[in-house]
């Protein structure tokens, strides 16, 4: 969906090494969401964020921090990257439910492929 | 514990047949189910979604059925196209606004 971007869309890294991953928005939504995907299995919530003063740990926080700068950027730093985190990396934003009883649909970025060495 | 899973890894069909995806879930709280395509290198799209309190939702091509007895959801896909091609998730939502997803089913469509 163009209107989630995130970037770079490839890395590639080493061990140790501090990486950070952005995502931006144009859909004016409330809620972003950072998710891991590895091959053969479907996506694991790291972290979420229901407004710019809200962060969420997800599934598997362990070893990533995120920071909500303005409603729409969200950011996922590994801090000290490690080989078993090489995975794909998806950014999703929502509305929350609506007052008419909208579900809250997720809608995802392009995501990044992360490797690290 | 909460999971959701799917029943087949990979589905192949001829172009032009139906296509049905199946999908267990385990936690009879949750609000609402999605079902999401993911095209090779793409983020997940969605396709449709449907609320706990109904039994069947029909798009464009697609339909989903909600048996809560069984706890199964299933994705039909009529007049399957090779655009079609993909892996496709179900997940559910649980209450706090977080999804659970499944393994996914990777469905290819033969010309």
């Known amino acids: 969906d163009a209107d989630v971007t995130q970037t770079p869309r490839n890395r590639i890294t080493k061990t140790g090494k501090r990486i950070m991953l952005e995502c931006s928005q144009t859909?004016?939504?409330?809620?972003m969401y950072w998710y891991r995907q590895d091959p053969g299995l479907g996506l694991r919530l790291i972290y979420y964020?229901?407004?710019?003063?809200?962060?969420n740990k997800g599934e598997i926080s362990d070893g990533y921090s995120v920071s909500r700068q303005a409603q729409a950027k969200f950011s996922l730093s590994l801090e000290s990257a490690i080989p078993n985190q090489t995975a794909l990396y998806f950014c999703?934003?929502?509305?929350?439910?609506?007052?008419?009883?909208?579900?809250?649909?997720?809608?995802f970025g392009p995501g990044t492929r992360l490797t690290v060495l | 514990g909460e999971s959701v899973g799917l029943h087949l890894p990979t589905l192949s069909v001829q172009e032009g047949d139906n296509s049905i995806i199946n999908c267990a879930y385990s936690?009879?709280?949750?609000?609402?189910f999605i079902w999401y395509k993911q095209e090779s290198g793409k983020g997940p799209q969605f396709i449709i979604d449907?609320?706990?309190?109904?039994d069947k939702r029909q798009g464009q091509r697609v339909t989903v059925l909600l048996n809560k007895t069984v706890k199964h959801l299933s994705l039909q896909i009529a007049a399957t196209q090779p655009g079609d091609s993909a892996v496709y998730f179900c997940?559910?939502?649980?209450?706090?606004?977080?999804?659970?997803f499944g393994q996914g089913t990777e469905l290819s469509v033969k010309p």
């Open positions: 999703a934003t929502s509305d929350g439910p609506g007052l008419a009883g909208e579900t809250d649909t997720q809608y």
């Open positions: 859909k004016g939504h409330d809620r």
């Open positions: 964020s229901f407004d710019v003063k809200d962060i």
């Open positions: 936690n009879s709280a949750s609000d609402y």
């Open positions: 449907i609320r706990s309190n109904m």
């Open positions: 997940a559910e939502s649980l209450q706090g606004g977080k999804l659970i």
